[in-house]
């Protein structure tokens, strides 16, 4: 959240145009912040990094001589994709030391089911998990085209290459994504079988479980070291059953749950009081849940947990 606390003038003073200046940069920033917010979170995965990038365009345009830009939005657009394209390698190299699988920080969507964007693209956890295989001009250039709707020449002009490498770069990571991604169930599907996974879940139910699951689905938990989350990756249709059914006692008992829309997708937050536990997800196709996903970083949960 950004701040700008205006300083107050004493009694019977002149106001001072440099004031109204800010206010003005204050109201430019703002009515595109959530596309700025959504640029750096698809390039980073993560909600907390990207109000950082966002905080430091703020930042340099406050310092900007800003009668020199002809077209703010584009501007700060370029701010941030060169600031989130910084930041990638060393995000990354960051990962390196986390403990277990890393995932994508989960944002509420209920609001903003585009996040900023266009369209929804590249806010799924599935495509943000994949999009981490795209080298970071890849995922700048697919993103900027695919969400956001960016034409080639702008897109260009923000990453400084030729329209011609840039559509080579868009083309590349469509093929890449295109590659590894299975046609998908249709919302309503998703949560029927989400549902229908939860209830087997808290019951134990084996047999119930395979029956969802197709048969190279996958587990995945992101806890980074805290106690209880798996650290490595379960995979088949029987492991995978067997894994949840083993701490369904110890894990469901005394918790709530919560239908929530985390990443334009419908997501169960599990809490017990007012601690959130975790942030079940799936991701189906037509033979079934392919992906289950664990979301139990408590820095993670804490931005989709607030009930304020």
């Given amino acids: 959240m950004i701040v700008v606390v205006a300083p107050q003038a004493p009694p019977h003073a002149r106001p001072d145009p440099r004031d109204d200046a800010l206010n003005a940069a204050l109201d430019t920033?703002?009515?595109?912040?959530?596309?700025?917010?959504?640029?750096?979170?698809?390039?980073?995965?993560?909600?907390?990094?990207?109000?950082?990038?966002?905080?430091?365009?703020?930042?340099?345009?406050q310092r900007?001589?800003?009668?020199?830009v002809e077209n703010p939005a584009a501007f700060l657009a370029t701010t941030t994709t060169r600031l989130a394209l910084n930041s990638v390698t060393s995000a990354r190299a960051r990962r390196e030391s986390y403990i277990g699988p890393w995932m994508p920080e989960p944002v509420d969507t209920s609001a903003d089911p585009a996040?900023?964007?266009?369209?929804?693209?590249a806010l799924e956890f599935a495509i943000l998990m994949l999009m981490e295989r795209l080298t970071p001009m890849e995922r700048a250039a697919y993103v900027?085209?695919?969400?956001?709707?960016?034409?080639?020449?702008?897109i260009a002009?923000?990453?400084?290459?030729?329209?011609?490498?840039?559509?080579?770069?868009?083309?590349?990571?469509?093929?890449?994504?295109a590659e590894q991604r299975r046609d998908r169930v249709d919302a309503d599907e998703q949560r029927r079988l989400l549902a229908a996974f939860l209830a087997a879940a808290q019951a134990g139910e084996m047999a119930a479980l395979e029956d969802l699951f197709a048969a190279d689905v996958v587990s995945t938990t992101d806890g980074n070291g805290v106690k209880n989350a798996a650290r490595r990756l379960v995979v088949g249709r029987e492991r995978v059953a067997k894994f949840i059914a083993a701490f369904a006692h110890h894990f469901w008992t005394g918790t709530d749950q919560e239908w929530v829309e985390a990443n334009g997708e419908p997501a169960i937050l599990v809490r017990r009081g007012d601690e959130p536990l975790v942030l079940v997800s799936v991701t189906a196709g037509e033979d079934g849940v392919e992906q289950i996903r664990w979301m139990m970083a408590p820095a993670k949960l804490e931005r989709i947990a607030r009930t304020d």
Avoid: C
């Fill in 64 to 68: 900007y001589d800003r009668d020199t």
């Fill in 157 to 177: 002009s923000i990453l400084e290459q030729t329209q011609a490498n840039v559509r080579q770069l868009v083309s590349r990571a469509r093929k890449h994504l």
């Fill in 29 to 61: 920033f703002m009515a595109v912040r959530p596309r700025l917010f959504g640029i750096a979170y698809r390039m980073l995965g993560s909600a907390s990094e990207a109000e950082d990038i966002v905080q430091e365009a703020w930042v340099r345009w």
């Fill in 144 to 154: 900027l085209r695919q969400a956001f709707d960016y034409p080639y020449e702008t």
């Fill in 115 to 121: 996040l900023g964007a266009e369209r929804g693209e």
